[in-house]
Nanobody
């Protein structure tokens, strides 16, 4: 059974940094694409970033390019989202997700991801 467990959220002032972690277990993820999504109150769940586990290729939504970095540690089966220069509009619940069908490219659609973590709250104060 696939399990994704996020950690690292919290409260930070604008301009600060946080690093989210997603510990994955239950499968061999070498053929998966892993993604981070976020959902603010009253809004849809939006794509933030993705990484192909096999090649390490990364993808970002325009609003976080240059500020966020997604990475993975294959030995620890963990995906990270380093978030720098945080803004109040980054406030949301952040979710880790796994797509078992796409190995060398990615989808920005939440419906294409098969497994989800429970989410971790990120709050950025102004």
């Amino acid at each position: 059974q696939v399990q994704l467990v996020e950690s690292g959220g919290g409260l930070v002032q604008a301009g600060g940094s946080l690093r989210l972690s997603c510990a994955a277990s239950g499968r061999t993820f070498s053929t998966y694409t892993m993604g981070w999504f976020r959902q603010a109150p009253g809004k849809e769940r939006d794509f933030v970033a993705a990484i192909n586990w096999a090649l390490g290729h990364t993808y970002y939504v325009d609003s976080v390019k240059g500020r966020f970095t997604i990475s993975r540690d294959t030995a620890k089966n963990t995906v990270y989202l380093q978030m720098n220069n945080l803004k109040p509009e980054d406030t949301a619940v952040y979710y880790c997700a796994a797509d078992q069908r796409r190995t060398y490219y990615y989808s920005y659609e939440a419906r294409d991801y098969d497994y989800w973590g429970q989410g971790t709250q990120v709050t950025v104060s102004s």
